[in-house]
């Protein structure tokens, strides 16, 4: 869940000669406990790897080998084993970069996400930078970008000119991720981004700079439950309202690995009783916020689809629901909305 893969490559393993190396392996293996830096003797960097993989295993951390890696390749300017390149795993670490080593994979020995240790992290063609207890960013998300640049494509929001230009709504923006794939793809897109937690606001802030995107992209400190007024009266009308908002089930929170838990923010992640409790309020607003033939975009539980659809029908007038998309792995994942011309508003109120 935590790191894409497994890379599309098979390191070959070298030969310690260093009987003290192989030693430590075997002290590790028995007892599980965490390698002592080395002072003296220096480490190539497949032994690096090896070493840290091996301590992740015996401490129960997920995906130990990629952990490893990608912490190693990290540190050493790439972003994976492969990309470093073969000749480089049998070079011997400097005494800087072993203590660098060490001090970060010590960090995920606490289960903190490796997006966190490195404090980056890949989403589609950007690098965006990643700190707790900002929401990580998941491929599932990549996914959702991609739906909506190709409805772009094919001209299926026509509500605003595209001389004009067209102008999109993020809710719930953690990273920046979504709105700053878009700037970066539609260079005719306008965004605004909002999020409840100010540490996302500020990540988002700081990407947006880092990737020049600033000049495009506004971003708020507001929670679309409690600031709706608001939120229509800054930001409509826009041709897409796209989210991932928090859509697990409350009941599920306590089942969530090590890694979530501790360092993400919970707020990002818990949808209350039946993980809806943000996904109702978006669809609320949509139809004010949305030109026409506007759409929506949601990442949402596969649970939800059908629940999405019942409750827009019954409940948010001007709110047409064309389709649902699956991941990847083929699960309902997600869900897209279009705001029918002329129309705006409840059918009734909220219960």
């Known amino acids: 869940m935590w790191i894409r893969g497994p890379l599309n490559y098979v390191c070959r393993r070298f030969d310690s000669k260093r009987s003290w190396f192989k030693g430590l392996c075997t002290c590790l293996t028995e007892n599980g406990s ?24 015996q401490r129960d951390v997920s995906e130990p080998q990629l952990s490893s890696q990608h912490i190693i390749s990290h ?3 790439a972003k994976t084993l492969e990309s470093l390149g073969k000749d480089r795993l049998g070079e011997l670490l400097t005494q800087e970069q072993t203590a660098q080593i060490w001090d970060l994979c010590n960090k995920r020995l606490t289960r903190m996400p490796v997006q966190y240790v490195i404090e980056e992290w890949d989403f589609r063609d950007l690098t965006l930078k990643m700190r707790p207890p900002v929401f990580i960013p998941r491929p ?33 923006c953690g990273s920046g991720a979504i709105s700053l794939s878009l700037l970066k793809s539609l260079p005719q897109v306008r965004a605004f981004a909002l999020d409840q937690s100010q ?18 992209l506004e971003v708020y400190h507001m929670d679309v439950m409690k600031d709706a007024d608001a939120v229509v009266n800054l930001c409509r009308p826009v041709s897409a309202l796209i989210s991932n908002p928090p859509y697990l089930f409350s009941e599920d929170m306590t089942s969530l690995e090590p890694e979530i838990l501790r360092f993400e923010d919970q707020a990002a992640l818990d949808g209350g009783r039946d993980g809806m409790q943000v996904i109702r309020h978006i669809l609320a607003i949509a139809p004010k ?17 059908a629940l999405i659809q019942r409750w827009v029908e019954e409940n948010v007038h001007g709110l047409q629901y064309v389709s649902t998309q ?6 309902p994942r997600f869900c897209i909305l279009q705001k029918e011309e002329g129309s705006a508003g409840l059918k009734k109120e909220q219960g």
């Open 34 to 57: 965490v390698p002592a830096l080395p002072k003296a003797n220096r480490l190539t960097v497949l032994q690096a790897v090896d070493l840290w993989t091996k301590t992740f295993e």
């Open 75 to 77: 540190l050493l300017g």
């Open 326 to 331: 699956p991941d990847i792995t083929n699960r």
């Open 199 to 216: 540490d996302a606001v500020s990540l988002t802030r700081e990407n947006a700079h880092c990737l020049g995107l600033s000049g495009r």
């Open 140 to 172: 599932e998300t990549e996914e959702l970008v991609g739906l909506v640049l190709a409805d772009f494509q094919k001209g299926h929001m026509t509500g605003v000119s595209a001389k004009a230009g067209y102008r999109c709504l993020e809710v719930g």
């Open 289 to 305: 916020l949305l030109s026409n033939h506007g759409r929506v975009y949601l990442e949402v539980d596969p649970r939800h689809p």
